[in-house]
């Protein structure tokens, strides 16, 4: 079993819809949580990052964590064709090392 | 924002031979360094944690030996891969934290290594 699980998708969404992507994980000691947005061929930028659970919003994006459940979700409204890229998850026990989830491919058509 | 670059941005070299590829930190100090690798449609994977002034930390199943990370100051890190062989053909990926910002870890654009 993968320390991180995340759907690769591709996930594909009219513009304007709301996106919904999830990450489940097996280590409870996980503390922070991020999301990476990448672009192909590119590295990874960091979009949010909550520290233990709750939520967290910024702009159309709003990152959830469920401790207890093991599951974090990124949503992201009013979906522009520019959101199309490849959403990674990742965790880390101090903030230092991430694991990552494979990436969910995103899609979004005008 | 903090930037990190990589060099080269894509490589192909034949099968036997060693490449160098390096990450710098362009406009901040970085005593910490990553080397991720990732292959197609899949995950990044962390190869190596590079500390300035020290040898590296590897993960699990990663051979010190055949990659071998140098990171000579505080804004720049190398990743020599030698020997390569067709399997080692992926993406590599380097990071840079920034020390005072615990979740400030910033990632170049990456290397496209092809083994030929």
């Known amino acids: 079993q993968k320390e991180v699980e995340q759907d690769p998708g591709p996930l594909s969404v009219p513009e304007g819809a709301i996106v919904s992507l999830n990450c489940t994980y097996s280590?409870?000691?996980?503390?922070?949580f991020m999301w990476y947005r990448q672009y192909s061929r590119k590295g990874p930028e960091l979009l949010m990052y909550?520290?233990?659970?709750g939520n967290k919003e910024d702009g159309r994006f709003t990152a959830q964590v469920d401790k207890s459940s093991k599951y974090i979700s990124l949503f992201i409204r009013d979906s522009q064709p520019s959101d199309s890229a490849t959403y990674l998850c990742?965790?880390?026990?101090?903030?230092?090392?991430?694991?990552f989830g494979a990436g969910t491919i995103l899609r979004v058509k005008s | 924002g903090a930037v990190v670059s990589q060099h080269p941005s894509w490589v192909i070299c034949k099968s036997g031979t060693s490449v160098k590829i390096e990450c710098r930190s362009l406009?901040?100090?970085?005593?910490?360094m990553f080397w991720y690798r990732q292959f197609p449609k899949q995950s990044l994977m962390l190869m190596a944690t590079?500390?300035?002034?020290?040898?590296?930390?590897?993960e699990q199943g990663v051979e010190k030996d055949k990659f071998l990370i140098n990171h000579a100051s505080l804004t720049l890190s190398t990743l020599t891969v030698t020997s390569a062989h067709p399997e080692d053909s992926s993406f590599y990926i380097c990071?840079?934290?920034?020390?005072?910002?615990?979740?400030?870890?910033?990632f170049g654009p990456g290397t496209r290594l092809t083994v030929t």
């Open positions: 280590n409870s000691a996980f503390q922070y």
């Open positions: 990071s840079a934290r920034i020390e005072t910002h615990l979740l400030g870890q910033y």
């Open positions: 909550t520290y233990s659970s």
């Open positions: 990742a965790m880390s026990l101090y903030g230092n090392k991430l694991v």
């Open positions: 590079s500390n300035e002034g020290s040898k590296a930390t590897y």
């Open positions: 406009d901040f100090q970085a005593t910490t």
